[in-house]
């Protein structure tokens, strides 16, 4: 288990609650390095969205994946962090054009500093017979973590409290979330999970930012909740992983239609499109474009489109 990508998930039984724990470095490091133009207020989005995709991964029921999209009407047109069901990570961002961005730009100003920001999120169990479930919401609030907390109050029912950190070369996150049926074994009463949930959002509460991105993950979540009786879940790596293949890209180009593509390829000799999350250049001459429409590549199970753009 290396320390500088963990992620872990505690159980307390006394407050029926379980603790998702989120520290990105290495993985962080990559995506921050695919987007070297951005400034360091749009980088810190995309952290906290890099954690927040893997908390939010971890924590579903199922084996899945989670995309977290953001449509802004600020500087930040489009941004989106995905982490897959065995913690592979990644995440892209892209600028309305010409735009510019304060360094001391907050959350709003970046996304939804008309209040037309919009969040979705996409959960896909990656089972053949279970189609991808997508939410969107208004942006609520001034942070991702509070347009979070928002949109699973709505729709989970669940008490949740997140908390999200980006700086530098680090991203992480804390999400803690009642469960209302995993207690009653315990003997907790209703009123001792409420007081156990209030205790342990008011301890979560105290945990700085520096603690949770740069001291090691497990010592931090001890010292937290050292009278508390915790139990260990589990603890998983996140990595950087881009699924993008030149199929996928060439099944992506078909869905612009034959007329678009012909139209691209009279005015240059091939259509070049560049994953927007990996930087990885794919080409399609007039050749491979009449394959791909006469000729389409079988489809494989789950492939969420990414935002790949033809150039
Ligand atoms: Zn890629």
Redesign the pocket.
């Known amino acids: 288990m290396t320390q500088s990508d963990h992620l872990i998930r505690l159980f307390i039984p006394e407050a029926s609650t379980r603790v998702h724990a989120v520290q990105l470095q290495g993985s962080w490091r990559q995506i921050q390095s695919l987007h070297p133009d951005e400034p360091a207020p749009a980088h810190h989005l995309l952290g906290e969205m890099a954690a927040a995709s893997c908390l939010l991964s971890a924590s579903l029921k199922y084996e899945g994946s989670v995309t977290l999209q953001i449509h802004g009407d600020g500087p930040i047109r489009l941004a989106v962090a995905e982490c897959n069901a065995q913690m592979g990570l990644r995440g892209t961002i892209k600028r309305a054009q010409d735009a510019q961005i304060a360094p001391t730009a907050s959350q709003r100003d970046l996304i939804n500093c008309s209040g037309l920001g919009r969040f979705s999120l996409i959960l896909d169990p990656m089972q053949p017979h279970q189609k991808p479930y997508q939410g969107i919401v208004s942006f609520v609030g001034d942070t991702l973590s509070e347009a979070i907390e928002s949109y699973m109050a709505q729709s989970e029912q669940l008490q949740s409290r997140l908390w999200l950190f980006c700086k530098g070369e680090a991203a992480a996150g804390l999400l803690l979330q009642q469960m209302p049926h995993e207690g009653g074994h315990c003997g907790s009463t209703p009123d001792a999970r409420q007081e156990g949930w209030n205790r342990l959002s008011m301890l979560a509460q105290t945990l700085t930012a520096s603690e949770l991105l740069e001291e090691d993950l497990l010592s931090v979540m001890n010292k937290l909740f050292w009278n508390e009786s915790v139990r260990l879940l589990d603890e998983r790596s996140p990595r950087f992983h ?1 699924p ?1 293949t030149r199929a996928r890209v060439g099944r992506m180009l078909t869905t612009l239609g034959v007329e678009e593509v012909t139209s691209i390829l009279s005015e240059q000799p091939s259509v070049s499109v560049t ?1 927007d ?2 930087n ?1 250049p794919y080409s399609f001459d007039a050749v491979d474009c009449a394959r791909l429409f006469n000729d389409p590549l079988p489809t494989e199970q789950s492939t969420l489109p990414g935002p790949q753009t033809p150039q």
Do not use: K, V
């Open positions: 881009c993008c994953c999350f990996c990885t």
